[in-house]
């Protein structure tokens, strides 16, 4: 009948791999270290095409006799694009192709126009954070895999001849970058650099913050200051007057007389009679030395 003529004649068609198409438009998509394959579809009415992609590298051309290798993860997939990171793992000149499959039936190979090389990966500065961590100035990475290490530049805003630089090899957390001062902003920015390829990325945009809590440390410290002159103030006439009395007693001390030695006269002035007889008294006034107050006093 017609329809068995027709289903033998379409399977015949796609037994011969001529005329199925082959993929078109096949390019790399490239950045980061991260490729992929791409190509446009292949369109069979009611089916399901599945493609098939394979690499040759250096070594395959030169040493194994233009042998071609099948990527396991892109073997029979419906998907037009294939990831072949893992497989270009040297940077030398890579050849790639892929093969649309449709049940018994093959296209020829679709074949990348020229070679591709890691080398000409697009690299992206790295996504980063900075942070004002009380005085601690720290920075946070994006983590883009093993390959990538960071070139960190820091300086103090309006310092930019003093620029300091920091290499980052492995992102684990935050970076501490340096100690900040109150006041100032202090500003970052960031490059990727991939020893493999011996490249590097733009910079990053640069990012400024300053030290939390500055201000408010800079008014504790104003009121403790006006604090210690008010208190100054008002203690310095004390402590002048107490000094005064200190240095005037260890200059000129008090002598102080027992009470045994203390006589109801004026003790100014001594009056000595030679006789009962109303007598003019001779008046004598002396001064006894203190040694000798106290040898009497003790006698």
């Known amino acids: 009948s017609f329809f068995f ?14 005329l199925l198409p082959a993929p078109q438009n096949i390019s790399i998509l490239s950045t980061n270290m991260k490729h992929f394959l791409t190509w446009s579809p292949v369109i069979v009415q009611g089916e399901t095409v599945r493609y098939s992609v394979e690499f040759q590298g250096e070594y395959e051309r030169e040493y194994a ?3 071609w290798i099948p990527i396991c993860e892109c073997s029979l997939i419906t998907a037009t694009v294939c990831n072949i990171t893992d497989d270009i793992s040297a940077t030398v000149a890579y050849n790639l192709r892929v093969r649309a499959d449709v049940g018994v039936g093959r296209s020829e190979w679709g074949t990348l126009e020229g070679f591709f090389n890691r080398i000409t990966t697009s690299l992206t500065p790295p996504l980063m954070k900075v ?3 009380g005085y601690h100035l720290l920075v946070e990475l994006e983590d883009m895999g093993p390959a990538f290490q960071f070139c960190v530049l820091y300086w103090k805003k309006g310092q930019e001849s003093r620029m300091q630089r920091k290499v980052v090899k492995e992102v ?14 202090y500003c970052v920015k960031a490059q990727t650099y991939v020893e493999a390829i011996n490249r590097s990325s733009s910079f990053s945009q640069t990012q400024c913050v300053r030290a939390q809590g500055g201000r408010s440390v800079w008014l504790v410290t104003a009121l403790i200051s006006s604090a210690g002159f008010a208190v100054a103030a008002l203690t310095l006439p004390f402590l002048t007057w107490k ?4 240095f005037q007693y260890s200059c000129c001390p008090v002598a102080v007389l027992p ?3 203390k006589v109801s006269e004026p003790p100014t002035q001594l009056i000595l009679c030679g006789s009962e007889e109303a007598e003019q008294c001779d008046l004598t006034v002396r001064v006894m030395p203190s040694e000798e107050v106290l040898r009497l006093w003790i006698q």
């Open 131 to 133: 942070i004002a961590d």
């Open 172 to 185: 684990s957390s935050v970076v501490h970058l340096d100690a900040m001062e109150a006041g100032p902003d």
């Open 243 to 246: 000094t005064s009395k200190v």
């Open 259 to 261: 009470e045994t030695l």
């Open 5 to 18: 003529l027709s289903f033998f004649l379409l399977l015949g068609i796609l037994g011969e791999d001529a």
């Open 65 to 67: 006799n233009e042998s």
